[in-house]
């Protein structure tokens, strides 16, 4: 799929993963987590503002992903049920710490009370499911785009 036959999707897609990568490490709790814990590392934050807009902007991206696939002819035919899963996996930690930060569900005395855990599991598990599923491209993208590197080199293809 190239860029300019499906434009839309492909900056959805560098969308989503931007606000997947700042949000969680440049957020100012996350960030003052990191000064208290035993390695005392620091670094500049992103405001809360941004923080939310991009959390809204991956959840919206996220609704934008599944309907894509729940509609399109083509892609239903190859999407299965742990696809929207690891979808919805993905969104938890973001959507739970939305909710932590907001106090928006604090009037259900259940969620009220443990969303900071609920936002804890929820990063665990997506993190969890890394190795196990295709959210492992996260880390072996860099690998992939090395070997291909590596091997257009070989082949004398400079970029």
Do not use: Q
């Not at 934050?45 to 923080?51: F, V």
């Not at 259900?108 to 665990?124: P, S, T, Y």
Request: aromatic share 16%; charged share 15%.
């Amino acid at each position: 799929m190239t860029v300019t036959k499906n434009p839309d999707f492909n900056l959805c897609v560098y969308l989503f993963h931007i606000c997947l990568i700042v949000v969680p490490v440049w957020l100012g709790g996350h960030v003052s987590l990191w000064e208290e814990s035993r390695f005392g590392w620091s670094w500049s934050s992103i405001p809360d503002k941004w923080a939310d807009w991009m959390t809204l902007l991956l959840l919206a991206v996220a609704v934008y992903f599944i309907l894509r696939r729940a509609l399109s002819p083509d892609l239903r035919i190859i999407t299965t049920f742990a696809d929207y899963l690891l979808i919805v996996v993905t969104v938890l930690p973001f959507l739970t710490g939305y909710f932590l930060t907001h106090g928006t569900l604090d009037s259900i005395k259940f969620l009220g009370d443990n969303m900071r855990l609920l936002h804890v599991l929820a990063a665990e598990l997506m993190l969890i499911l890394i190795p196990f599923t295709r959210l492992s491209h996260s880390v072996l993208f860099f690998f992939s785009r090395a070997a291909s590197g590596i091997e257009f080199g070989r082949r004398g293809y400079s970029i």
